[in-house]
């Protein structure tokens, strides 16, 4: 079934600006790596905000690769972030950028966050991609600091997304939500479960946005035109997801 019209990436008369996130867990592009850039086309995104991209060997090639079949750049991350990576469209001017590494739990992997401040015609916001740890108690103290890190980004807007390893009903999941929106939860749009492409069963990744950012449809773009059933399951072991969002125009 098609899905219904998503808003596409625009500019207002006010300079505001429309924009495309999408959130994917690549599985360090273990996966069909065609399928996986033919997904990412169809969404249209501006922006990526990638978990599990390459960080070991090549890795910036690896990035690379996946950004120029996708018709992307990449704008920071990989390996220095210990895997989130964000991935942007021409359309997007970037201030800076920031990749922070975590502190590392005995026995666990290092996590990290992928930042930037970009600009998208007169509206100016932060990103961040992060993948939040496996233990309980590390997931939330690590949800804190992605709050922390936004705020610290200094922009009136911002637009957080990452695979939570955690449902909605989770404590680390519903702290992010407390203070930003949980745009799949403001305005459903597609698909509700991330996880796994043959069975979804569960919501476990997600796209959050700042307060005064307007959500205008979010979730699992199954359905989209361009976007089939097959390369979604052979792409990697989640399912993207996909918001339009609109960012007001900067003072």
Not at 6 to 16: Q, V
């Amino acid at each position: 079934m098609a899905l219904t019209a998503l808003p596409a990436s625009r500019t207002e008369p006010d300079g505001s600006a429309v924009v495309r996130v999408l959130g994917y867990n690549i599985r360090s592009m273990r996966d069909d790596e065609d399928a996986l850039a033919r997904v990412i086309r169809a969404c249209a995104p501006d922006a990526v905000l990638v978990q599990e991209a390459p960080r070991f060997f090549r890795w910036r090639k690896h990035a690379a690769r996946l950004a120029a079949k996708s018709g992307l750049f990449v704008l920071g991350g990989g390996a220095p972030a210990a895997g989130p990576l964000l991935l942007c469209s021409p359309r997007v001017t970037v201030e800076r950028t920031r990749d922070v590494l975590l502190p590392l739990t005995p026995g666990l992997h290092r996590r990290g966050f992928a930042t930037a401040v970009v600009r998208v015609a007169g509206a100016r916001f932060g990103l961040l991609s992060c993948h939040l740890g496996l233990r309980g108690d590390e997931r939330y103290a690590q949800a804190g600091r992605v709050l922390d890190e936004l705020a610290a980004l200094g922009v009136d807007h911002a637009i957080a997304g990452g695979d939570v390893n955690e449902r909605p009903d989770g404590r680390s999941f519903r702290r992010l939500a407390a203070e930003l929106q949980d745009c799949r939860a403001v305005r459903p749009w597609g698909g509700e479960y991330t996880f796994t492409p043959d069975g979804p069963h569960q919501r476990i990744d997600a796209l959050f946005a700042t307060r005064g950012v307007e959500v205008l449809g979010c979730g699992v773009p199954a359905g989209l035109p361009g976007v089939t059933d097959a390369d979604l399951r052979a792409a990697t072991d989640h399912l993207p997801v996909l918001a339009a969002l609109r960012v007001p125009a900067a003072p």
